[in-house]
Each structure stands twice: as C-alpha cells, then as structure tokens.
C-alpha cells in the first residue's frame, strides 16, 4: 500500500483517488477551496440550480468504466443519465433554423438536406467518415494509453508521430506532387470538402470553438468533435452535471479516500531526485507518491513544483480562450417543445476569430451555446425556467474581466444576439448571474481563467498541442486533468485518471 496525495478535487482529482483507493492505497485529497468538482461547479439562489461548467456528457463511457471499476455498481445506479433528444436546434444568421436528432448519422444527413439543399447531407457524411479515420487512428495513442515518454519527457520521435494529422487526404496528382504539402486545417476542410457553406461550416467549427479552437488554426483532425457527438451522443444527468461530481465524492468516501478541504498545497517535496510528499499551510504531508489534478501551467508556472531543466519563470503558460457564462432565473414555464441545446451561431465568424487569436476585444455577437435542461430539480416550480447561456471569449490576460460594467455590458450583447435569434429570453429574466473567465480563475486556480482543450494530433496550436505527460519528469509526480494528457474535457480528464492509475498499479 503506497501512501498517495492527490493535490485538487476536480473531476479528475475524484476519478484518480476513486481508482486508486479501489487499487488498494491510502489517498488523501488536498483541495484549495471548500468543495470538490472543480470546472463543474453549481450556482444555486431562491430555488433555481446551475452548473457553472460543463452541461452535457459526451463518451459516457468514461463514467460508466468508472463507476464500475471503483464500486461495480453501473453508473446509472449512481446518477440519472438520459440522452439528449433532439441534440440540438442550430440558429444562423440567415434565418435558417435546424434541429439535428441525436446520435443518428443518417437522421442528420436527412436534417441537412432538408435545410441546405439536396446533397448537404452527403458531404457532410464525408467529412464525418474522415472524422471517424481520425477516430480510429487516435483513439488508443491519444486516449486510452499513456505518452511513450523517456523519463516523463516525450521522445522526438514520438513527437514527430504525433505531430502528423490523421486525416485522410487524397492523394495529391501532377504538380501538386512536387510542391511541399501544407497542412490541412479545419479551415482547410471547410473550404474544400464543404464548399464553404456557411451552415455546414458553422456546424463542423462550433464543437472546436467550445474548446478555444478557431478554425484557421486548427488541424482538420479536429473533425473527430463533431464526429464523436454525433456517433457517440450527447447526453445529460438529471440534477445537472453538478450530480455526477457528488456521485464520484461519495465513491471516494466509500472506498476510504480522505479529504482536506481549504487546505492549498503550496510545494511538492522534491528529495533526492524524488516526489515524497507535499507542503501546505497547515505543514508537510509526506506520501510515497503524489497525483497533481491542478491546472498544469498553475503547477509549474507558480512555482509548486519543478520541471527539471525549466525555471518557474520561465515555463509559459498556454494561452487559451475562456468560457464567458450568463445564468438566467427566468418567469413563465419552459415552452412546450423547447430544445435542450439551442446554438445561435456568430454572425460573423471572421470577427469571432480575430477575437479569438489577435487579443482583440469579445465579438459583439459570437456562437453562444444556450441549455435550457427540462429538469424539475434545477427551478423552484414548473411556472419558472432555468437557462444558462455561454459563449467562448478571450481569457483574462488578454481582456480585463474585471473592469466595472465590462461585463455585463457583454452580456446584454449576448441576449440581444440570441433574442434576435427568436428566443425571447430577455423580457423573462427575473434576475440573473454573469460568470467570466476571471471566476473560472478564481474558484479553479487555471491560470488566467482558460479551459483547456483536448489533445489532437496534428495540432500547433496551443490549446490542442500535446499535453504534459501523466508521468511527469519528477519521479513519484504524476499529472491529470486537462493540462495533462489527454487534455481537457470531462471525457478526457476521466481517460487521464484511468491512464495515471494504469501507471501507478495496483498496491
């Protein structure tokens, strides 16, 4: 039995000391705030429920594995899971309205023909046929097994390997040939596969810009998103995602997992080449090993650990967008017929881009997610509606979040925009909550309040570039969450848990 701290409660923090007290070791948890969950945090006020992260599951899997491993009980036994139907309804600024059903390709072949014209759905079934190749060819090296690494560092080699895009390409005839390939982004596919129709193209970028992806800039493998939510579906847990973060604290607390509450770990102990426990206010907590769940860059960049080689000051945190969120207490009940997911796409996605990559101020008027869950357990009463709206937005090192009325000024723009939509939310709203990159900041310690995207291959950009590997270049340190592989995401962070426990074993 190896005595193990695991530095931070989110949901990776839950799912690593849920496996490996299950394998037999002592964890304790040592959390900075009061509670645990992390990202998939809860708002609650005069009877209406929120979460302030993540809103829907994709891959559930992940969960059900969990759950499973760590108690056998099924993870329907543990929370209410139910697939979102229809997936989601898709607003643009033509006035085209599409409602696409869940987890059936052909159902929305038929959906896209139907809205965009005979042959839509054709060519949006190829780009998702290469999504799946990508799928396929990433699935085992990108999820579900551990970086080849040397020491914990990634070997060239390997680098080299995953460095290059899986997806597939015709191959090049006459001239093309002797001319330097230039890599393909999901721009690139856009253009080429979908001939740049503005509602196929606002369909296959909005999964990726959830993540800070802006099209220009990432692979075309981040095709997988959009193919993964349409083959695997999108699903909700009733009480919110909020649900599956308590259903996780009390797996640990069955299997004997130990928590300090407010208690920030200010050091990893480093002796002799090797992690042995941890420091916080409170004094030194030795352990024969330690689990990081905290935000990668925060782990470094503060100073609480060292990579080898790279001083504090000079590890530079990767700069990704934020998630910018406005939760609506509305009166009146929830129409008949309304959608769980309605996305009102960016009326100009060339504006909502160059917001996204130039340190440029929000877009006026971007892709906005809006969740509007049919859950008793999230309003007072049936004659009250609870909605949250988010968008992505630049984090707080490039706008100031702070700034009086900053903010809420940009969230009356993000009413206006989906109230143009045909939503009708503003004259409803009994009162209502703006959350902004400084929040996530705040209550999670990611440095600037960014939220990390998944890991691609193929990826130069930073937010989809590899991760830090889960066995880091400190022995005895490991690494989860989403500045780890393989990135970030509740699906992703879930695959980081399993992998890192799959290095530490069994006691």
């Known amino acids: ?26 964890v304790t948890v040592y959390e900075a705030g009061p509670t645990y969950g992390g990202m998939v945090g809860r708002y609650e006020r005069d009877g209406f429920a929120f979460d302030t992260g993540p809103g829907l ?14 108690g056998r009980e099924p993870l329907e036994q543990l929370v209410e899971l139910r697939p979102v139907a229809p997936e989601s309804r898709h607003l643009f600024p033509d006035g085209t309205d599409l409602t696409l059903p869940n987890a059936s390709r052909g159902g929305v072949a038929q959906a896209l023909d139907a809205a965009f014209g005979a042959g839509s759905g054709a060519r949006w079934s190829e780009v998702m046929n290469h999504g799946r190749a990508v799928w396929e060819a990433t699935r085992r090296p990108l999820l579900e097994e551990p970086l080849p690494t040397e020491g914990g560092v990634l070997a060239p080699a390997d680098l080299d390997r995953l460095d290059t895009d899986p997806y597939p390409l015709r191959p090049r005839t006459g001239l093309a040939r002797l001319r330097r390939p230039v890599p393909w982004t999901l721009a690139t596919v856009a253009a080429r596969q979908l001939g740049g129709h503005p509602g196929l193209t606002a369909l296959l970028d909005e999964p990726a810009l959830r993540y800070g992806l802006v099209p220009g800039q990432a692979p075309a493998g981040a095709a997988v998103l959009a193919y993964m939510e349409q083959s695997f579906g999108v699903w909700y847990v009733r009480g919110g995602m909020r649900a599956l973060a308590e259903a996780f604290f009390r797996r640990c607390e069955l299997r004997g997992v130990e928590f300090r509450f407010d208690t920030p770990v200010t050091r990893v102990i480093v002796e002799e080449g090797r992690a042995r426990g941890v420091e916080t206010a409170r004094g030194r907590v030795d352990a024969d090993l330690v689990v990081s769940a905290m ?40 129409p008949e ?23 440029a101020p929000p877009c006026e008027r971007p892709t906005v997610q809006v969740l509007r869950p049919d859950d008793p357990t999230l309003r007072p009463d049936d004659a009250h509606e609870s909605v949250v709206l988010t968008a992505t937005v630049p984090a707080q090192d490039e706008v100031d979040w ?18 143009a939509a045909g939503l009708g939310l503003r004259e409803r709203v009994l009162w209502r909550v703006v959350r902004t990159p400084e929040d996530t900041r705040r209550e999670t310690g990611s ?3 960014a939220v990390a995207g998944p890991t691609l291959a193929g990826s130069h ?13 400190v022995p005895g340190l490991y690494l989860v969450g989403g500045g780890a592989h393989p990135g970030g995401g509740l699906a992703r962070v879930g695959m980081s848990a399993c992998i890192t426990a799959g290095l530490i074993g069994p006691a």
């Open 1 to 26: 039995m190896a005595e193990i701290v695991v530095i931070g409660a989110g949901m990776s923090g839950l799912a690593a000391a849920s496996r490996l007290a299950t394998l037999g070791h002592r």
């Open 57 to 70: 599951l994709s891959l559930p899997a992940v969960y059900r594995d969990l759950a499973l491993k760590t």
């Open 295 to 334: 935000d990668t860059d925060a782990l470094f960049r503060n100073g609480l650990a060292e990579w080898p080689g790279v001083p504090a000051e000079g590890w530079e945190p990767v700069e990704v967008p934020g998630r910018f969120s406005v939760l609506l207490a509305l009166r009146g009940p929830r």
């Open 337 to 359: 017929g309304t959608v769980h997911r309605t996305v009102v796409h960016a009326a100009d996605p060339a504006a909502e881009e160059n917001a996204l990559t130039h340190n």
């Open 402 to 419: 702070t700034v009086p009325g900053f903010a809420e000024r940009y969230a009356d723009r993000l009413l206006d925009h989906v109230d």
């Open 447 to 449: 440095v600037y309040g």
């Open 461 to 473: 950009h930073p937010t989809a570039g590899i991760k830090a590997a889960n066995e880091s270049p």
